[in-house]
């Protein structure tokens, strides 16, 4: 079983920034991928960014070197900086882990946390 607890949401005008941290909890050992996937109102959740638990990285293509994901496995920590924010990025935030099982992979969520850019 995984935990995950988002936070550093909140409200900021067009071109801030903001820094969202995920923390995990549980059984983390066979966890490797973890993710940032957005919800706007209306829309499907789409990925944000995902990074692996040596650090490779995958960006959205609207992202456009907006955003940088990190991740510090010793204190099971994941983080998404976010600068020259829009108003079409607000939406909420979610934490994404997986785990490989052997017929389907286990998906773990957290709750979310609101980001909301102003124009």
């Known amino acids: 079983q995984v935990q995950l607890v988002e936070s550093g949401g909140g409200l900021v005008q067009a071109g801030g920034s903001l820094r969202l941290s995920c923390a995990a909890s549980g059984r983390l050992s066979s966890i490797t991928v973890m993710g940032w996937y957005r919800q706007a109102p209306g829309r499907q959740r789409e990925l944000v960014a995902d990074?692996?638990?040596?650090?490779?990285?995958t960006y959205a293509d609207y992202v456009e070197a907006r955003f940088t994901v990190s991740r510090d496995n010793a204190n099971n920590m994941m983080y998404l900086q976010m600068t020259s924010l829009k108003p079409e990025d607000t939406a909420v935030y979610f934490c994404?882990?997986?785990?490989?099982?052997?017929?389907?992979?286990?998906?773990?969520w957290g709750q979310g946390t609101q980001v909301t850019v102003s124009s």
């Open positions: 994404k882990a997986v785990e490989p099982r052997y017929l389907r992979n286990l998906e773990y």
């Open positions: 990074i692996t638990r040596g650090g490779s990285t």
